[in-house]
């Protein structure tokens, strides 16, 4: 069966501060791979996506950046955090086929101060 | 662009009453749907997924409809229990494997 991972759970970073968000997937091969970023009381908003390695779609002008150095491993970075960073982070998988479903992993909520 | 809506916000029902949540969303030309639910301060688990060929889709307790024409969805709880509780969400695909998600319904099943 197929599993998700994402760490850290919680991080609390100062302002300027470099972060590095880490979603493993196991289980499956090729899959697309999924930032999201949940801002108190708003929606989803995707952040990036990836349908292979090296492959990056950026959705949203920021300051983060997503690499896929290895086919099942999606790093969500950036060089300095901002207060508008804060928020809860979630990785997503699926496989191109018939259904299409979305999988989601638990998270990580992340609080610049 | 895009968008998706969801009404109410938030919803509160007595256990053991059916409820109907609603999603609309601006493009009819959507390859299929899902409906999620997420707990607070958890990721999300997929409930149903319907695609754009399908009027409805069933798991257990669960119904999800779909109206392309209208731009409506609607997930369907029956004989709801205090375990429902959470935020549910919608999100179409509009064809190009990404999903846009609505801002959710926070459903309060009330023991």
Redesign the interface.
């Known amino acids: 069966s197929q599993t998700i991972h994402q760490w850290p759970a919680t991080l609390v970073q100062p302002v300027g501060s470099p972060l590095s968000l880490e979603c493993t997937v196991e289980g499956t091969s090729n899959p697309n791979l999924y930032w999201y970023r949940q801002a108190a009381g708003r929606g989803l908003q995707l952040l990036f996506y990836s349908v292979g390695i090296g492959q990056i779609s950026s959705e949203v002008p920021q300051n983060l950046s997503a690499s896929r150095p290895q086919d099942r491993q999606f790093i969500l970075s950036s060089k300095k955090l901002l207060l508008s960073d804060s928020g809860f982070y979630l990785c997503a998988w699926s496989v191109v086929g018939i259904e299409e479903t979305q999988y989601f992993g638990p998270g990580t909520r992340l609080l610049v101060l | 662009k895009q968008e998706?809506t969801q009404i109410p916000a938030a919803l509160s029902v007595p256990e053991g009453e059916n409820l109907v949540l609603n999603c609309s969303f601006t493009d009819s030309a959507i390859?299929?749907l899902?409906w999620?639910r997420q707990d607070p301060?958890?990721?999300?688990?997929?409930l149903l997924?319907i695609q754009s060929s399908q009027r409805e889709q069933t798991s257990g307790r669960l119904n999800a409809s779909l109206d392309k024409s209208s731009g409506r969805s609607t997930l369907y709880i029956a004989a709801s229990q205090p375990g429902d509780s959470a935020t549910y969400?919608c999100?179409p695909?509009f064809g190009n494997?990404?999903?846009?998600?609505?801002?959710?319904t926070r459903l309060t099943i009330i023991p």
């Not at chain 2, 301060?41 to 997929?46: A, D, E, Q």
């Open positions: 998706v390859y299929n899902q999620f301060g958890k990721g999300l688990t997929s997924l969400l999100a695909n494997e990404k999903l846009t998600f609505g801002t959710g």
